[in-house]
């Protein structure tokens, strides 16, 4: 079974950054996707940004230029760097991933807080 467990989320002002990391663990199998999604209050949970075994990425249009997904594929974490943080980036963000043999499981962390004052 494999377990995520986010951290580095806070409360920062708007303008600040944060760096948020998740670790994969429980499994010898190699972890393919790995991304973050967000869930506002009252809203669906969203795609952040993901990155893929080899390195590329992908982008929600709302933090491209501000956010960087990386990830150290020795350690199976993957690390989210978020620039010029708006009040609206407000929202536990979550890790997720999955196995390249079983790509259709996607494994989900319990989340972290991020707010964002004005």
Known sequence: QVQLVESG?????AGGSLRLSCVASGT????????WYRQAPGKT????????????????????DRFTISRDNANNTVYLQMNSLKPEDTAVYYCNAN???????????KGTQVTVSS
């Open 45 to 64: 949970r969203e795609l952040v940004a993901s990155i893929t075994h080899g390195g590329t990425t992908d982008y929600a249009d709302s933090v491209k």
């Open 28 to 35: 010898m199998l190699r972890v393919n996707v790995m991304g």
């Open 99 to 109: 196995l390249l043999v079983r790509p259709g499981i996607l494994y989900w962390g």
């Open 9 to 13: 989320g806070g409360l920062v002002q």
